[in-house]
């Protein structure tokens, strides 16, 4: 057996690789069962280190198994990796090996395996891997000892939990946390939509539905469709807070569902809850807004006054007079039709007068900071303004002011503001074809980045769309900037001459032939 085990033949690249490993270090192993010590510490540590030296200093397999048997008291847990490694330089070393005695190799076996228990963890990996290496077979008698006891060191493993049987609403509710979601929502939502059970589909796995689609920009008509009908099936078991998460994404998807209820059903829910969760109201309020189909009864109530008294002393009061301010924008440009109450002047505040969150959030990976470089290069920088916000309260890109006869102005010379409410129409009335006695323009550069559309890229998000809707109606001339487009460009040079395309597209001139 010893001969096949260590022969020349069957073993040269395992040896080879003893060669290569760094000498071991007495105490490197870590603390053991035998009370090893730092080194140069306790009594024993002169002992026990010359014993080391003698066996990496062996000449003979035999010599190893002599210093081991005949030091009882001196051995330690690291010697005996010193010890196989070192046979497997005897026997490498040459290119024929001097032959082993099998009663040696088995003794410094029965050795290893009687004293492994009290080595530690790194003693027991060590030996292993220095055997496997000598060509100790894997179902042998010293391989096993030290994997049994390699085992009994290492934590149990945890047995995997079991997977719970899921169905219907669990499903669908599991299926909006799988990391697939944002690939394949169709495949993961549609069809557990399909599979629950009418009962099984809570206001909560709704509600989830609902935030998921809204956060991820998911325009998924199914789905939406399947919202608005739960809304309407289950209208006299919801109140305003549960609802207010549900209209959510339409608004912010800019999508009106097909489901003819839904607005008869949104406006008997505001009107049975309107005094009981006043930022709840103003919330689905907000929506509705996004969609142009505001409920003249809704409004009535909260720009009643008693309303506006009642959310003056709460937390979220600044956030409603914010809306309120937005919801009343909304009725001065596109309700002429309306007659009712509206908010008071000293009321109302700017609804965006900074760029929004997710503009903020995303400024490094917008295009503004090269499209305000191409604009300074190509106009210069006395002839645009950057994140103004104009009234009522909206934040522009950029905004030119430009002669009647094209000519683009330094806007110092300029009031970059229209007048809010627009002159054309008394206060009250739509300004759909607003007319301005100013005889200059004022255009705006529109960005309109990756992040303000649906998921699909095709379809602008509520807020966006209702914002270049409102600065239409209010008499500025929108340039938009598709993200598209802007990513086309390579560098600075073609995103210049971009701009000037589009500039030029709008009958504008600039520089010495401009004025």
């Known amino acids: 057996m010893l001969r096949v085990l260590l022969s020349a033949q069957a073993s040269a690249a395992r040896l080879s690789g003893l060669l290569l490993l760094p000498p071991i270090q007495p105490f490197c192993l870590g603390p053991s069962k035998w009370g ?15 014993l080391q030296r003698l066996l990496e200093q062996a000449r003979s397999p035999g010599e190893l198994l002599r210093w081991l048997g005949q030091n009882p008291t001196k051995v330690r ?3 005996y990796p010193v010890a196989l490694r070192r046979l497997g330089q005897l026997l490498g070393s040459q290119p024929q090996p001097p032959p082993v005695e099998q ?21 027991i990996h060590v030996c292993l891997h220095l055997a496997v290496l000598l060509g100790f077979p894997a179902d042998g008698p010293l391989v096993c000892a030290l994997e049994r006891e390699q085992r009994f060191r290492l934590p149990p493993k945890p047995p995997p939990p079991l997977q719970p049987v899921l169905r219907g609403g669990q499903r669908l509710e599991a299926a909006l946390s799988s990391p697939h979601f944002l690939r394949h929502p169709r495949q993961h939502l549609i069809r557990s939509l399909a599979e629950a059970r009418p009962e099984e589909l809570t206001p909560h796995v709704m509600v989830l539905l609902a935030q998921h689609l809204a956060r991820h920009r998911l325009r998924e008509p199914q789905l939406l469709e399947a919202i608005a009908y739960f809304l309407v099936v289950q209208e006299a078991q919801l109140n305003s807070k549960v609802v207010q998460k549900l209209v959510l994404p339409f608004g912010r998807l800019n999508y009106f569902p097909q489901e003819q ?5 949104l406006e008997r829910i505001l009107a049975r809850e309107a005094g009981v969760a006043p930022l709840a109201t103003v919330n689905i309020l907000m929506s509705l807004c996004q969609l142009r189909c505001l409920p003249f009864r809704a409004l009535h109530f909260v720009f009643s006054p008693g309303f506006i008294n009642h959310i003056s002393g709460t937390p979220h009061a600044p956030i409603v007079r914010r809306y309120l301010s937005l919801l009343d924008t909304a009725v001065e440009l596109e309700l002429p039709g309306y007659r009712g109450p509206r908010l008071p002047r000293k009321q109302q505040v700017p609804i965006f007068p900074q760029p929004l969150t997710t503009d903020r959030a995303r400024s490094k990976y917008s295009h503004k900071d090269i499209v305000a470089e191409g604009l300074r290069q ?3 920088e006395e002839k645009y303004h950057q994140d103004l916000t104009v009234p009522p309260g909206y934040c522009t890109d950029f ?10 102005l330094p806007v110092r010379t300029q009031d970059p503001f229209l007048p809010y409410p627009p002159r054309s129409c008394p206060r009250g009335q739509a300004a759909s074809q607003p007319t301005t006695r100013d005889p ?3 255009v705006v550069l529109m960005l309109r980045e990756r992040w303000h559309f649906c998921r699909d890229g095709r379809v602008l998000l509520g807020s966006r769309a209702l914002r270049e ?4 109606l209010l008499g500025y001339q929108l340039l938009p900037l598709p993200f598209e487009e802007m990513e086309s460009q390579r560098g600075l040079p073609q995103l210049k001459s971009y701009l000037r395309q589009k500039l030029q597209a709008l009958g504008l001139r600039w520089g010495p032939e401009g004025g």
């Not at 009663?103 to 003693?123: E, K, V, W």
């Not at 209820?261 to 059903?265: A, S």
């Not at 905004?399 to 683009?408: D, E, I, K, P």
């Open 103 to 123: 009663a040696t190799l088995q003794d410094l076996s029965q050795l290893i395996i009687r004293n492994c228990p009290s080595f530690d963890i790194h003693t």
């Open 378 to 380: 190509l106009l210069g």
């Open 261 to 265: 209820q839904f607005m008869p059903c």
């Open 399 to 408: 905004l030119l002011c430009v002669s009647s006869s094209g000519a683009v």
């Open 469 to 472: 809707r409102h600065l239409g």
């Open 77 to 79: 847990a690291h010697h």
């Open 440 to 442: 200059a323009q004022r």
């Open 36 to 50: 090893d010590r730092p080194p140069g510490g306790g009594p024993h540590a002169g002992p026990v280190r010359g």
